[in-house]
């Protein structure tokens, strides 16, 4: 597509539930992102996709966190057992390469966990 | 240690002012990039600028310009004759040559009044 796209765009989920978020990359952009930004900070990283595989998950919190990619293009964020502390933006990102270009994001899915 | 320090975190100008935004870097790479990324209330994180390490040349480009110096490990980051639509939170963002990831600063929210 033209841009990235995120689905949900809003989420709301009660305490303990399991959410999935969708990225949808530009074509052609072998290299996706996630990030999260809670409120008032900048995007923190959470883990980079080189194709298929995850290049580097260094950045997810906890074991309750995972993503997947499975044909190198669209990837879900899946969150298990969500808390109220995982309430935020997730962003996601796609770029041609590594990133020294700058990446595309996409307009984010707010996740609410009540 | 990679890290963006932006220490405004919000501003207030008066349309047609000009505005800086600071930005200071912290890393341990000898290559790196610098961005300037603008977040309007939409949410979507917009491109604005890349720099890198090697190439302190200043730049402009329309109403805005940077000024990338190594010296002080800055790029801040000008708006001349601010306008309302420059109104959003601004990020600075490091992207080291070595790992995958970016760094984003906290933001710096600006407001231009009409």
């Known amino acids: 597509g033209a841009g990235v796209s995120q689905t949900p765009s809003n989420k709301v989920t009660e305490k303990g539930k399991y959410v999935e978020l969708r990225c949808d990359p530009i074509s052609g952009h072998t290299a996706l992102y996630w990030y999260r930004q809670s409120l008032g900070q900048g995007p923190e990283f959470l883990i980079y996709f080189q194709g298929t595989g995850a290049a580097d998950d260094s950045g997810l919190p906890n074991d309750r966190f995972f993503a997947v990619r499975p044909e190198g293009s669209v990837s879900t964020l899946k969150i298990q057992r969500t808390e109220r502390g995982d309430s935020a933006v997730y962003l996601c990102?796609?770029?041609?390469?590594?990133?020294?270009?700058?990446?595309?994001f996409g307009s984010g899915t707010r996740l609410t966990v009540v | 240690a990679q890290k963006v320090t932006q220490a405004q975190t919000e501003i207030s100008v008066v349309e047609k002012e000009d505005v800086t935004l600071d930005c200071v870097y912290e890393t341990r790479d000898t290559t790196y990039y610098l961005f300037w990324y603008k977040q309007p209330p939409s949410g979507e994180l917009v491109f604005l600028i890349r720099r890198n390490s090697f190439d302190e040349q200043n730049e402009i480009s329309g109403r805005y310009s940077w000024n990338f110096q190594k010296s002080t490990s800055s790029f801040n980051f000008t708006i001349t004759a601010s306008q309302v639509v420059d109104s959003a939170v601004y990020f600075c963002?490091?992207?080291?040559?070595?790992?995958?990831?970016?760094?984003f600063g906290t933001g710096t929210s600006l407001t231009v009044i009409p």
């Open positions: 990102a796609s770029s041609k390469d590594r990133g020294g270009n700058g990446y595309t």
């Open positions: 963002a490091l992207r080291p040559n070595t790992g995958n990831q970016f760094y």
